[in-house]
């Protein structure tokens, strides 16, 4: 299952309504200034969707979109103040995690959930890296995190991962250590391969891959990194 949030960082419209038409998800959550978005996708005639839950402290949408969505049965509303510990993206971060659970004990099955963020990159360098960083609490929880924009697809990795040439997003394949080491790195299938390589904190040999077979091989036997897809 697919849980996406949508959150208020920069969003490229085109790729945006592109993505949307193309996908389906099960919980929709729409973050604060982001509903300025959405409010467009509603009206959008492509796209047949609707969000189900909106989440923040409403300090950055205009009153006017804000009061369309405020009483309509079908969404659920999460308002908080706006002096609070936690970011609005990752109190909804927080909501998609329990979502996902609850639907895997609603089935009675172990489903893979994947949480899709998006609008969670933009000028606001700080909000960015902490919304990177928020990809921990998914792989805690068992669960895939995404975050993606219309040059990047970012995922946080451990262990095995394979990259498969037909779903690749970007032309460029890059590993940004996020442990202290990266111990005993191997990447079969790539233009620059390593064999049992270990990759310390602050190097760049993993940045720029690219895949050349159909199925790339990417194990970590210790350590966490950030897979990156790139394009221009």
């Known amino acids: 299952m697919k849980i996406l949030i949508m959150t208020g ?14 996908e389906h998800f099960e919980h929709i959550i729409v973050v ?16 047949h969707m609707r969000f189900d839950h909106l989440v923040g402290d409403f300090d950055t949408i205009s009153p006017d979109i804000l009061n369309k969505y ?13 002096e609070k510990d936690y970011t ?10 329990r979502l996902g659970q609850q ?28 919304n990177l960083q928020l990809l921990e609490q998914t792989r805690a929880a068992g669960m895939s995190g995404v975050i993606v924009d219309r040059n990047n697809r970012i995922r946080l990795i451990e262990g095995r991962f394979i990259l498969k040439k037909a779903e690749q997003f ?7 250590p996020v442990s202290e080491e990266l111990k005993a790195v ?10 049992r390589y270990t990759v310390h904190l602050g190097q760049s ?28």
């Open 70 to 82: 405020l009483d309509r049965g079908d969404i659920e509303i999460h308002r908080f103040n706006s």
């Open 88 to 97: 609005d993206t990752d109190i909804a971060l927080k909501l998609a995690i």
């Open 205 to 232: 040999i993993c940045v720029s891959n690219e895949l050349e077979a159909d199925e790339g091989e990417i194990v970590i036997e210790e350590g966490k990194a950030f897979l990156i897809e790139s394009r221009d």
């Open 186 to 195: 191997t990447l079969k299938g790539f233009k620059y391969p390593l064999d």
């Open 103 to 130: 639907e895997a004990k609603k089935n009675g099955c172990e489903k893979e959930v994947e949480i899709i963020l998006l609008g969670a990159t933009g000028t606001r360098a700080d909000h960015m890296l902490a």
């Open 170 to 176: 970007g032309y460029y394949v890059s590993l940004i």
């Open 32 to 47: 604060d200034g982001a509903l300025a978005f959405w409010d467009k996708v509603e009206n959008n005639s492509h796209i």
């Open 9 to 22: 960082g920069r969003i490229d419209e085109d790729f945006a309504f592109s993505f949307l038409e193309r």
